[in-house]
């Protein structure tokens, strides 16, 4: 089992052009981990995966966020980050951390942060 658990209170507002750091931190069985993702949903969407970093440090991005964004974990890997750069309004979503652990690559979740960037 593994447990995600997003900080920074559930909301946070932010303006176009700006930065922020979502933080998720990561408990459990942190050695079956095989990669952590972030997601997000804009409303009326789908949730979208937006980065990968796999176990061997590997990293992916979606397109609308590459060179803006950055993924990482600490040596330990018990935090997942995704920086945040050059914040835009379509950036405005729920933004969740993943993991996929296991034989099975089952996948946790975090609880979610509400993001809104303003124009």
């Known amino acids: 089992q593994v447990q995600l658990v997003e900080s920074g209170g559930g909301a946070v507002q932010v303006q176009a052009g700006g930065s922020l750091r979502l933080s998720c931190a990561v408990s459990?069985?942190?050695?079956?981990?095989?990669?952590m993702s972030w997601y997000r949903q804009a409303p009326g969407k789908q949730r979208v995966v937006i980065s990968n970093?796999?176990?061997?440090?590997?990293?992916s991005y979606e397109t609308s966020v590459k060179g803006r964004f950055t993924i990482s974990t600490n040596d330990a890997k018990t935090w997942l980050y995704l920086q945040m750069d050059s914040l835009k309004p379509e950036d405005t979503a729920v933004y969740y951390c993943?993991?996929?652990?296991?034989?099975?690559?089952?996948?946790?979740w975090g609880q979610g942060t509400q993001v809104t960037v303003s124009s």
């Open positions: 459990g069985n942190i050695s079956s981990i095989r990669a």
């Open positions: 993943n993991a996929r652990a296991g034989d099975t690559w089952r996948n946790f």
């Open positions: 970093i796999r176990a061997d440090g590997y990293t």
